[in-house]
């Protein structure tokens, strides 16, 4: 028998996809939440939601499921998904945790255990070693990994003898600040490497099956970007032999519910090696829900119950193909800098079906989509009127694309990013865009490494909004009453002709000078690139048609304040208008801008390097800020003295706050 009601121990787009297969199963959610995150996406789809101090406080945690009559507890994936304590105190406290035992997570939480483990099974694993005596390892490429870590973090690649000790130093000092343990491993690194995974399901009657792999290889800095099911590079023989595989891992901890086992491959003779396993849902699981028909939190809902799996490996199909992108709130410009802010207009594309499963989604094929058409799926935590800070994990959705084909699933996954608009925040879909189209992702021809050598490529030569973009602000701006007086009236009305009104609109790289005369929802024109061209806009709510030189283009748009954002084929922009006095407003606007420092992310100020009145050469250290335990710089754009310096060490703030005012010395 199902529980009746489920704690689900997580936040964000998770909760949000865990919550939802609970109400079409007829199981009452309950949500956590800290204080901040009151208003976040994740509490509004709950049935109940109950405040806790923080989503890693264990005893906090227990307390809200025991308090709100929960049975079972999800943890999602990250936070204490895969933390043993955790697992056994939900035991302890008779809650029941959806997910494998206490000792599993132990087994496969650290490397070198989890190694010696499936290696015994027969799994076969990358030739390595362990403590102690990495310093006499000789079989180079080789990579160090912290034997407690997780997510690519402390991982070293070196290639060389010469590069072992310092690299080994290094690794040791990441590994004990972020996971408190400096045990390390070494293996041999594989040249060209595929990061390929298998999906398994084992419930508590002896039964374990797979289905099927991701392909994971599309990453950077070892975080993944896009996944996709099934892998271009896998054929049945050597899924077959993989997920054979896997299975076995899973069984050698005698594992329950739903994990993942991760091989390296070689991308040259297809050899796989474990690499590591998960022991909680995946976040890329809706690729392989796409092909399977299968809902996998239904499954372990099921299995937690203690039911039997309702198939065997031979009823396992996988059926066309699905690709996943991460949308993240970081700017690629900025060298992947966390972003954040109020999300003050939405858009996300999606079609009706397949929900995470449909009415009967614990058997194969019950949610397979349509097969002859593209189907969109997005797994969302964002609200509009939600903020999204530097205190959690920047990942704001996924967009996931099944098509019969995969060049059909990469269009499809295109267009949908082509319409996704999340206005307040800077987001990762141009790049994501631009990956997608690659013609090496195009052809399958992937590796790990793949993104940073292409990396120039995916990135916009420039970051500067399109000069229609700057010029369908000031259009908008031109349409706007400026007062109660209708003298006021921007329209450039007097006797002769229409006069220019010059609009300075500042974007996140300077400012910009746009003339405009006319009324714009009528007949106007604009000065685009030295040209006098018409112009004309149509706002319908937040939907804005812009027709320059007889082109027109949509796009989502919102004001806050005075700035407005648009939002066209994936990307948005801000730009802020300039009153009289602003710098904006003097003959030297960009000059003058220039000298304004501001905060490259959300964040909090760790120190300050400087104070008013000092002088600064340019590229001096002024201020260092802190988001998501990564610190960043900021230093001087230009020789001067520091005319403002409105923070202080502690002090939280937003991206693109101003840290400080560079003014010129006077000649």
């Known amino acids: 028998m199902l529980f009746d009601r489920v704690l689900i121990a997580n936040r964000g787009e998770i909760a949000v996809r865990i919550a939802r297969t609970l109400r079409r199963l007829g199981i009452e959610s309950v949500a956590v939440h800290t204080p901040s995150d009151a208003a976040a996406g994740h509490v509004r789809e709950a049935d109940i939601a109950l405040e ?165 290889s599309l990453q950077r800095r070892h975080q993944k970007i896009i ?83 309702p198939f065997g490996q031979r009823d396992v199909r996988l059926d066309g193909h699905a690709v996943e992108a991460r949308v ?12 954040g802010g109020r999300v003050l207009a939405l858009r996300e594309p999606g079609d009706a079906g397949p929900d995470p499963g449909s009415a009967d989604s614990g058997r194969p094929d019950s949610g397979r989509p349509d097969p002859g058409r593209a189907v969109v799926r997005v797994d969302s935590g964002l609200v509009e009127g939600g903020v999204v800070g530097s205190e959690f994990d920047p990942m704001l959705s996924k967009t996931v694309a099944w098509a019969p084909d995969r060049a059909s699933a990469l269009r499809a996954l295109d267009r949908a990013l082509a319409r996704t608009a999340v206005l307040g925040v800077v987001t990762n879909v141009p790049f994501l865009r631009a990956l997608v189209a690659h013609s090496a992702v ?51 009305w007097r006797v002769g002709e229409r006069a220019w009104t010059t609009w300075r609109l500042e974007s996140r790289d300077g400012v910009h000078a746009v003339q405009v005369r006319g009324l714009p929802e009528k007949s106007a024109e604009v000065v685009i690139d030295g040209h006098v061209v018409p112009a004309r806009i149509r706002l319908d709510g937040r939907e804005l048609a812009v027709t320059i030189a007889g082109r027109t283009e949509r796009h989502l748009c919102v004001r806050d304040g005075d700035t407005l954002w648009l939002g066209h084929d994936g990307a948005s922009w801000s730009l802020t208008r300039h009153h009289l006095g602003d710098p904006g407003d003097r003959a030297d606007a960009a000059q003058a801008a220039d000298g304004v420092v501001r905060s490259p992310m959300p964040g909090t100020v760790l120190v300050v390097k400087a104070q008013p009145g000092d002088r600064v050469d340019a590229g001096q250290p002024l201020v260092i800020v802190e988001a998501m335990k990564m610190e960043h710089t900021v230093t001087a754009p230009r020789d001067g003295v520091v005319s403002e310096l409105p923070v202080q060490a502690g002090q939280p703030v937003d991206m693109d706050a101003v840290l400080a005012v560079i003014t010129a010395e006077e000649p």
């Open 328 to 339: 993240y709130a970081e700017d690629p410009a900025r060298g992947f800098l966390p972003t």
């Open 52 to 216: 806790v101090t923080k989503y890693l406080d264990i005893e906090a945690i227990v307390g809200a499921a025991l308090a709100s009559g929960a049975r079972a507890v999800h943890p999602g994936y990250g936070f204490l998904a895969e933390n043993a304590a955790f697992a056994r105190r939900c035991s302890e406290a008779g809650l029941v945790f959806v997910g494998p035992s206490a000792r599993a997570i132990e087994e496969m939480g650290d490397k070198i255990r989890a190694k010696a483990t499936v290696s015994a099974a027969g799994v076969p694993v990358v030739p390595g070693a362990t403590e102690p005596g990495l310093e006499e390892w000789r079989d180079f490429p080789a990579l160090i990994k912290p034997s407690a870590g997780g997510g690519g973090k402390g991982m070293v690649l070196v290639r060389s003898a010469a590069e072992l000790p310092e690299a080994l130093e290094s690794a040791r000092r990441t590994a004990r600040a972020a996971f408190g343990d400096d045990t390390l491993l070494i293996e041999r690194y594989v040249e060209n490497p595929r990061h390929i995974e298998i999906q398994v399901l084992a419930d508590t009657h002896g039964n374990t099956v797979h289905l099927g792999e991701r392909e994971c």
């Open 227 to 309: 996944e996709e099911a099934p892998s271009p590079f896998v054929g049945p023989e050597t899924r077959a032999r993989m997920g054979a595989a896997a299975v076995e891992a899973a069984r050698a901890v005698s594992y329950v519910g739903a994990g993942t086992v991760e091989f390296i491959v070689d991308g040259t003779t297809g050899e796989h090696h474990f690499m590591e396993m998960n022991t909680r849902l995946q976040v890329e699981h809706p690729v392989t829900e796409l092909v399977t028909g299968l809902d996998l939190v239904e499954l372990q809902l099921r299995v937690a119950a203690g039911e039997r799996l």
């Open 442 to 492: 195009a052809a399958g021809e992937l590796d790990t490494g793949l993104v940073e050598r292409v990396l120039p490529e995916l990135l916009l030569p420039e970051a500067e909004p399109p000069g229609e973009v700057v010029a369908a602000a000031a259009l908008v701006f031109h349409a706007m009453p400026q007062g109660d007086d209708p003298w006021e009236v921007t329209d450039g």
